[in-house]
């Protein structure tokens, strides 16, 4: 089945601790995203990646890191969380750009 | 930069019509359409590409007016299902010729009463 896989889908951790949320996706798509949703303000793009190794800041980057070694993978890095970082998280995956994103069923960070 | 999006909510009756608007102060490479319920993912409705195109997709269908950077969603004859967080999403040119990834509105929560 195709899909974006993203894990964990629940996380509450400390302030401070080093964390990451995977992402993967099987259908050989170009580009992929993470987005944060917080109420009120839509879906805000964090990082967005056009090809392996290609990554690119999105509106809200600041706190997050990214990585793009290989097509199907793209997690995104908390080096060191803070409560303001507390949201729901998406990751999406398209085949190019002009063509639909296909998400992630989303992961629910808590950072207290 | 996210788009504009309005009205922020809207409350119908079921099988009356509503529209959803979206603009950009950018030119546009795209405008995507999803539709997120409760508790779920946004899921992808339609996408449109050139100036005054539209698309339509059951009873939901989409215009773009390239030239004022607006895209307008008409729900036609609403049922429950229709009920939901509506979001447009910009793709803007990059002056290499790639898009710059999808930015997403703040969103149009859409009630549809029996």
């Known amino acids: 089945e195709a899909q974006v896989t993203q894990n964990p889908r629940y996380l509450i951790t400390v302030t401070g601790k080093k964390l990451t949320v995977t992402c993967s996706q099987n259908?050989?798509?170009?580009?992929m995203s993470w987005y944060r949703q917080d109420p009120g303000l839509g879906l805000r793009q964090i990082y967005y990646s056009m090809n392996v190794e290609v990554t690119d800041k999105g509106d809200v980057p600041e706190g997050y890191k990214v990585s793009r070694k290989e097509k199907r993978n793209f997690p995104l890095i908390l080096e060191s969380p803070s409560p303001n970082q507390t949201s729901l998280y998406f990751c999406a995956s398209s085949p190019r750009a002009t063509v639909g994103y296909t998400f992630g069923s989303g992961t629910r960070l808590t950072v207290v | 930069q996210q788009p504009v999006q309005s009205p922020q909510a809207v409350i119908l009756r079921e099988g009356e019509d509503a529209v959803i608007n979206c603009s950009s102060s950018?030119?546009?490479?795209?405008v995507h359409w999803y539709r997120q319920k409760h508790g779920e993912a946004p899921v992808f409705l339609m996408i449109l590409l050139k100036g005054g195109e539209q698309k339509g997709h059951e009873k939901i269908s989409a215009s773009f007016n390239e030239k004022k950077q607006q895209s307008s969603l008409y729900l036609t004859a609403s049922q429950l299902s229709y009920s939901g967080t509506y979001f447009c999403g910009t793709e803007i040119m990059e002056s290499g010729g790639g898009a710059d990834g999808l930015t997403f509105g703040k969103g149009t929560h859409l009630i549809i009463q029996p």
């Open positions: 259908m050989n798509h170009e580009y």
């Open positions: 950018k030119a546009l490479y795209s």
